[in-house]
């Protein structure tokens, strides 16, 4: 049973950062691509950033690129997203999940088996 953690999440102004920080459990990590989503209030929970197992490719929504950067380390079992210029509608509830599908099936939410437990992100004006 795959176990992730999320924290970082907090309440910053407009303009700030945070880094998000997901830690895992579960020794095959390293073979798991990791995803951060999102949920905002009255909305669907839908993908932020994708990092592969290896490190090598990623993945950013349209609306935090050039903003949020995904990054992992296997051997700490740790995926990080460092999100800078944070604006209001960045507000959410961010969820780390971890899944061993394919790189091309990335964006099925349904094929991520592991979730964590969500951390809120609140960006006042």
């Known amino acids: 049973q795959v176990q992730l953690v999320e924290t970082g999440g907090g309440l910053v102004q407009a303009g700030e950062s945070l880094t998000l920080t997901c830690a895992a459990s579960?020794?095959?990590?390293?073979?798991?691509?990791v995803a951060w989503f999102r949920q905002a209030p009255g909305k669907e929970r839908d993908v932020v950033s994708i990092?592969?197992?290896?490190?090598?490719?990623?993945h950013y929504v349209d609306s935090v690129k050039g903003r949020f950067t995904i990054s992992r380390d296997n051997a700490r079992r740790m995926v990080w997203l460092q999100m800078n210029d944070l604006k209001p509608d960045d507000t959410a509830v961010y969820y780390c999940?971890?899944?061993?599908?394919?790189?091309?099936?990335?964006?099925?939410?349904?094929?991520?088996?592991?979730w964590g437990q969500g951390t809120q992100v609140t960006v006042s004006v």
């Open positions: 990092i592969s197992w290896s490190g090598s490719m990623t």
């Open positions: 999940a971890a899944s061993g599908s394919a790189w091309n099936d990335r964006l099925d939410s349904s094929l991520y088996n592991y």
């Open positions: 579960v020794r095959s990590f390293r073979t798991l691509n």
